[in-house]
Antibody
């Protein structure tokens, strides 16, 4: 059974850097074809894809946020980390990590419960 | 920039069928697979359909997906009150550098 859980600060000040960790179990990010993504959702708004990382360390980022995002993995800890710099109140959202369906970059079959991040001074 | 357009809301009576459309202003849907998600209030999204029409294990066959040209459709038959949720379509761009979602459709089961 695959499980995912996001962790990180709930409140961040503008201009600060946000670091979110996704801790997972039930699969290995060293297995060929496996990928994991980060998606966010501002309150009352739609989903927004942020980043993907694959078993071979291939990384993909949302073009509109690429300059601010870094995704990394620690396979020994079964964790994926997303860093976002220069936070702004518009970055207030629930942030989800998700396990990708092999061969389908847009399909995420298991999601974490999400973590709400508020950007405010 | 690609945009996936969904109707803001749809509604139907219990037991009836409803369809939710997802159209694009570019060719990404036409060239790539589409996925669909259900998001119940206060919960994380749940994958209903991937690769246009495949259902993950545990998803009932009341949910179906199809694609034609630059549009995709989610169908739900035998509507239940528990189907009331937001539904999102998703796809990726041809260069596999960008995944994007539609604006979401709120389903009301009257």
């Amino acid at each position: 059974q695959i499980t995912l859980k996001e962790s990180g600060p709930t409140l961040v000040k503008p201009t600060q850097t946000l670091t979110l960790t996704c801790t997972f179990s039930g699969f290995s990010l060293t297995t060929s074809g496996v990928g994991m993504g980060w998606i966010r959702q501002p309150p009352g708004k739609a989903l927004e894809w942020l980043a993907l990382i694959y078993w071979d360390d291939d990384k993909r980022y949302s073009p509109s946020l690429k300059s601010r995002l870094t995704i990394t993995k620690d396979t020994s800890k079964n964790q994926v980390v997303l860093t976002m710099t220069n936070l702004d109140p518009v970055d207030t959202a629930t942030y989800y990590c998700a396990h990708g369906v092999m061969g389908s970059p847009d399909a995420f079959d298991v999601w974490g419960p999400g973590t709400m991040v508020t950007v405010s001074s | 920039q690609s945009v996936l357009t969904q109707p803001p809301s749809v509604s139907a009576a219990p037991g009836q069928k409803v369809t939710i459309s997802c159209s694009e202003n570019s060719s990404n849907i036409g060239n790539n697979y589409v996925s669909w998600y259900q998001q119940l209030p206060g919960t994380a999204p749940k994958l209903l359909i991937y690769d246009n029409n495949k259902r993950p294990s545990g998803i009932p066959d009341r949910f179906s997906g199809s694609k034609s040209g630059t549009s995709a459709t989610l169908g739900i038959t035998g509507l239940q009150t528990g189907d009331e949720a937001d539904y999102y379509c998703g796809t990726w761009d041809s260069s596999l550098t960008d995944v994007f979602f539609g604006g979401g459709t709120r389903l009301t089961v009257l």
